[in-house]
T-cell receptor
Framework: RKEVEQDPGPFNVPEGATVAFNCTYSNSASQSFFWYRQDCRKEPKLLMSVYSSGNEDGRFTAQLNRASQYISLLIRDSKLSDSATYLCVVDTGGFKTIFGAGTRLFVKA | EADIYQTPRYLVIGTGKKITLECSQT?????MYWYQQDPGMELHLIHYSYGVNSTEKGDLSSESTVSRIRTEHFPLTLESARPSHTSQYLCASSESQKNTEAFFGQGTRLTVV
C-alpha cells in the first residue's frame, strides 16, 4: 500500500463547477499536510497548507480528518486556469516529505 | 520566487557518460531532496539530506549518488548514463521545522541517447 494515495483522476469538469479531491495517508504519526499544484512540464508549487480545523483560501477549501487519516481539497467555481495536477503531500515530521501520485484536473469552457 | 536553482535545465548526453546535475539554494534550508518524474507521472523520491554530510536513499532505487558538503549545494551524479535514466530530475529544499513548504527548482530534463 502506498503511503499517500489520491483519487486517480483525471477529472473533467465545466467552468463554474465544484470539484473535490481526496487523499489518504497511512502513517498516523504524520504531522504536516499540504496541497501542491503542478502545471504541465513545470515544478510543483505550494497551493495551501492543511490545518486540523480546516482552512479556506478564496475558492479553495482544505480539510483534514486525523482519525480517518484523510485530506480533501474542494475547488469552487472552477476556472480554466485551475487545470493542473493537484498533489497531496504529507510530512511525517523531521523525516522525508511524501508526495501523492497527483490528480489531474481539466476544466473545460 | 524560490531561491533554488538547478543547472542545466536541459541536457542531452551519450550513453556511458558521467554527469552531475547541480542544485543550489540560498535560503539556508537544512533539508534537500531529489525527485525523478517521467512526463505525466508521479514524483519519486530518489535521495534526501537532513543537512551537511547527511544523505539517504529515497523510495525509488537509483543508480545516482549525491553529496552534501555545503548546506546550499546538493549535486546528483550519474557515473555512467543509460537511456533508462532519461527523465526529469527535480531538486527541492525545506526548513527543518514542521509545517514548512518545500520549494522546487525548475528541474533538469535529461535525455540519454
Amino acid at each position: 500500500r502506498k503511503e499517500v494515495e489520491q483519487d486517480p483522476g483525471p477529472f473533467n469538469v465545466p467552468e463554474g463547477a465544484t470539484v473535490a479531491f481526496n487523499c489518504t495517508y497511512s502513517n498516523s504519526a504524520s504531522q504536516s499536510f499540504f496541497w501542491y499544484r503542478q502545471d504541465c512540464r513545470k515544478e510543483p508549487k505550494l497551493l495551501m497548507s492543511v490545518y486540523s480545523s480546516g482552512n479556506e483560501d478564496g475558492r479553495f477549501t482544505a480539510q483534514l480528518n486525523r482519525a480517518s487519516q484523510y485530506i480533501s481539497l474542494l475547488i469552487r467555481d472552477s476556472k480554466l486556469s485551475d487545470s493542473a495536477t493537484y498533489l497531496c503531500v504529507v510530512d511525517t515530521g523531521g523525516f522525508k516529505t511524501i508526495f501523492g501520485a497527483g490528480t489531474r484536473l481539466f476544466v473545460k469552457a | 520566487e524560490a531561491d533554488i536553482y538547478q543547472t542545466p535545465r536541459y541536457l542531452v548526453i551519450g550513453t556511458g557518460k558521467k554527469i552531475t546535475l547541480e542544485c543550489s539554494q540560498t535560503m539556508g534550508h537544512d533539508k534537500m531532496y531529489w525527485y525523478q518524474q517521467d512526463p505525466g507521472m508521479e514524483l519519486h523520491l530518489i535521495h534526501y539530506s537532513y543537512g551537511v554530510n547527511s544523505t539517504e536513499k529515497g523510495d525509488l532505487s537509483s543508480e545516482s549518488t549525491v553529496s552534501r558538503i555545503r548546506t546550499e549545494h546538493f549535486p546528483l551524479t550519474l557515473e555512467s548514463a543509460r537511456p533508462s535514466h532519461t527523465s526529469q530530475y527535480l531538486c527541492a529544499s525545506s526548513e527543518s521545522q514542521k509545517n514548512t513548504e518545500a520549494f522546487f527548482g525548475q528541474g533538469t530534463r535529461l535525455t540519454v541517447v
